[in-house]
């Protein structure tokens, strides 16, 4: 089976990550950070999230960031779309 570094490995070009303000979300949006890779970042906490997103930024990638609980449909159904 294959592991997240073979995935990632891959390079896909933008990445919608939910939780990434800490735990295995953060780990997937630091895995994922270079150079033309576009990383949509999602979480509740803005101040977790605004440094993930810069150690993101430090690796090369864009960023969009999105402080929003992924259990409000309305709220997500509006950053995502």
């Known amino acids: ?48 999230l605004q440094d993930v997103a810069a150690e993101c930024a430090g690796k090369g990638a864009t960023l969009s960031v999105n402080v929003v609980d992924v259990t409000d449909a309305e709220g997500m159904a509006n950053a995502v779309g």
Do not use: N, V, W
């Open 1 to 48: 089976m294959p592991s997240m570094a073979d995935f990632a490995e891959r390079k896909p070009r933008h990445i919608l990550i939910t939780g990434a303000s800490q735990g295995i979300g953060r780990a997937l949006a630091l895995l994922y950070a270079r150079p033309r890779t576009h990383l949509s970042l999602f979480g509740r906490s803005r101040e977790r």
